[in-house]
């Protein structure tokens, strides 16, 4: 017989009351939860039965990053995610990756582009026993077409196999991809609504595929029962995705009030994605390639972002919460919490709204989402313990040390640091030099050590 397990909270933030109570108890029966109530009022504790003691704590539900890479690797450059290390090194890489997210305390995540098919294959390693990780909800490469994100190189070089996105040349090729994702299993197809293309008339980004390919690609995912989820920051992208009824759009930083509408009428949720923008502003350094040019980019974008989804917020659009990790930027296990703090900051969320948005309302679209959603009865019991109150301060959830326990299905998560891997030279590009060293450069700059005196030859 299957024993239960009892625990004692300090206070219980359920997710969805939006309060948290005090001297609650929860009583699960295997991974879910069978009981939750005043302390006063719970079963009695049977021969056999388990009691986890957290009555000085802050339990809530295990949070979720709806939008986290982990075939990417912590990369420095988009080279480094698409070009160097092996698959099976990456797959390895990113089964770490996993566990290092679910040890800060995201329980669930959804992966919305990888390499090959690293993420399904990391998920379904996780369901079956052979590691522990996180929920995860898995796309494959990401669906781009010229000029769209993932097209990176010059047209002589393509899009290789081994990167995140695969190419489109035509709706046929498109239609014969996402059949073939169906097939391998993927929970969620991705399609690149934009890449780095403007209109010269202060129009922003160019969508990828128009309206009527968006159409196309979308109703197909749908039809074969998947989730269509996008890249746009771009307004053009973002409406168009909407339009199509998309289920979630990634970023929506400049999305229009057409855009709104269309996310309205067609159920979409968008995933702002925010803590990416914050940190490439805040952690940004002069010896960095991109210091010149990028924090700016991402300085503008932030104040659109915040413009344009609190209306979309206003307007009843709904949100998910994901910090994009997996660049050096957003590095697994660290910043993921920093996004309910962003949406605190430029979203107007109170932190009850954040932490409710990051545990009940991103598992919405998820793998298990029947399954999931708040600490109430019948649902499993994926639980984070803090100590400190998030209510009061939202930053507490990225601290470390305020994690005191993890429950993924009842079971206590090992909260040893996830390894530090030192990079293989496999991981990235061999770059050799920061400059071009000509005269006037090192005249000006440097004085050069002295070389190795000539050998004497016998």
Known sequence: MTSRTFIRCGRLFDGLSGLAETDRTLVLYGDTIDWAGPTAQAPAPQPGDRELDYSAHFVMPGM???????????????????????????????????????????????????????????????????????????????????????????????????STGIMTGSMEEAIRIIRQQARDGVDAIKLTMDGIHARRNGGGLIAAYTQAETHTMVDEIHRLGKLAVVHARGKEGALYAARAGVDIVFHASNICDDGIQAALDNSTWLCPSLALLVNNIEFHEPTDASAPWWPDIQRRELVAASQNLRRARAAGVRFMSGSEAGFAVTPYGEWGAKELEAHVRYLGFTPAEAIRCATVDSTRLLRERDK???????????????????????????????????????????????????????????????????????????????????????
Not at 77 to 103: G, P
Not at 121 to 135: E, I, K, S, T, W
Not at 146 to 153: C, E, I, P, S, V
């Open 64 to 162: 979720v990053d709806c939008h986290a890479h982990i075939s990417y690797g912590n990369a420095l450059a988009q080279e480094d995610i698409d070009l160097y290390a092996t698959m099976e090194f990456r797959t390895l890489r990113s089964m770490v990756a996993a566990q290092a997210i679910l040890k800060s305390g995201f329980t669930s995540i959804m992966d919305p582009a990888c390499s090959g098919l690293i993420a399904p294959a990391v998920r379904d390693a996780v369901n079956v026993g052979l590691v522990q990780g996180p929920r995860i909800t898995a796309s494959g490469r990401a669906l781009t077409t010229q000029q769209g994100l993932y097209d990176w190189y010059p047209s002589w070089v393509g899009v290789p196999e081994p």
């Open 372 to 458: 999931l959603g708040g600490l109430v009865i019948g649902k499993l019991a994926d639980i984070v313990v803090v100590d400190g109150d998030p209510l009061a301060d939202i930053t507490v959830l990225q601290r470390r040390e305020a994690i005191h326990a993890v429950l993924l299905g009842g079971q206590p998560v090992d909260l040893t640091p996830a390894p530090t891997h030192a990079r293989h030279f496999s991981e990235f590009s061999q770059g050799m030099w920061s400059k071009v060293y000509d005269r006037a450069y090192v005249n000006a700059h440097l004085q050069p050590a002295a070389a190795l005196a000539p050998q004497t030859v016998a």
